[in-house]
């Protein structure tokens, strides 16, 4: 069972847009991790978000997690080509268990 | 310190063969996950060890199985393979506390011919 939908899967924008993906649940999650990965290589952690309600910012990236802590949201604002990767949520549930979303693969063309 | 170590970085099997797929975790960290990613897209779990313990296996059949050593390596093994078994076999580590992140390796291309 996929507890973690995301979307869009796919997204292609010109370089200087700003955009947003969506990470959605039906279970609470005690936190949200947003990892990227690029190609040939293991995702790599951005962000983790505990408390509902909470936005993050890194550089031109912003996290928020959901008020119920079962959604979140990365949006970012003026899109450049090193932003092109596989973006995953994962949920984290208080026994320390991972649940990875479907992903969301952004290209950004300059 | 050095990151999550996987071996070998591809692997070519004939169908019907075994695969064994290692893992060294960062220095201190206890436990180690393994997932599947299948055409660059989302991960399936496929396992979680933690001290030597198996914690959960994700939806998989028996032929995928795995292990961690005292020292907290970690080996899959996927046995009669499959075509569709052919994939990125990735392996993180983690320290183990709440809301600590995973740590990849850069995977394990698997290419089941």
């Known amino acids: 069972t996929q507890l973690l939908e995301q979307s869009p899967q796919f997204l292609s924008i010109q370089e200087g847009e700003n955009l947003t993906v969506y990470c959605n649940s039906s279970?609470?999650?005690?936190?949200l991790q947003w990892y990227r990965q690029e190609p040939g290589e293991g995702p790599v952690l951005l962000v983790t978000?505990?408390?509902?309600?909470e936005v993050k910012k890194l550089k031109r990236l912003t996290f928020q997690f959901g008020d119920a802590r079962k959604d979140s949201s990365l949006h970012i604002t003026a899109a450049q080509t090193g932003d092109t990767g596989l973006y995953l949520c994962?949920?984290?549930?208080?026994?320390?268990?991972?649940?990875f979303g479907t992903g969301t693969s952004l290209t950004v063309i300059p | 310190e050095a990151g999550v170590t996987q071996s070998p970085t591809h692997l070519i099997k004939t169908r019907g063969q075994q695969a064994t797929l290692r893992c060294s975790p960062i220095?201190?960290?206890?436990?180690v996950y393994w997932y599947q990613q299948a055409l660059g897209l989302g991960l399936q779990f496929l396992l979680w060890?933690?001290?030597?313990?198996?914690?959960n296996r994700g939806n998989f059949p028996p032929r995928f199985s795995g292990r961690q050593f005292p020292n907290y390596s970690s080996e899959l093994n996927v046995n009669a393979l499959e075509l569709e078994d052919s994939a990125l076999y990735l392996c993180?580590?983690?320290?183990?506390?709440?809301?600590?992140?995973?740590?990849f390796g850069n995977g394990t291309r698997l290419t089941v011919t």
């Open positions: 994962a949920g984290v549930n208080t026994g320390n268990q991972f649940y």
């Open positions: 279970s609470v999650f005690s936190s």
């Open positions: 220095s201190g960290h206890t436990s």
């Open positions: 060890y933690d001290e030597g313990e198996e914690r």
């Open positions: 978000v505990v408390t509902g309600g």
């Open positions: 993180a580590s983690s320290r183990g506390e709440g809301n600590s992140p995973l740590h």
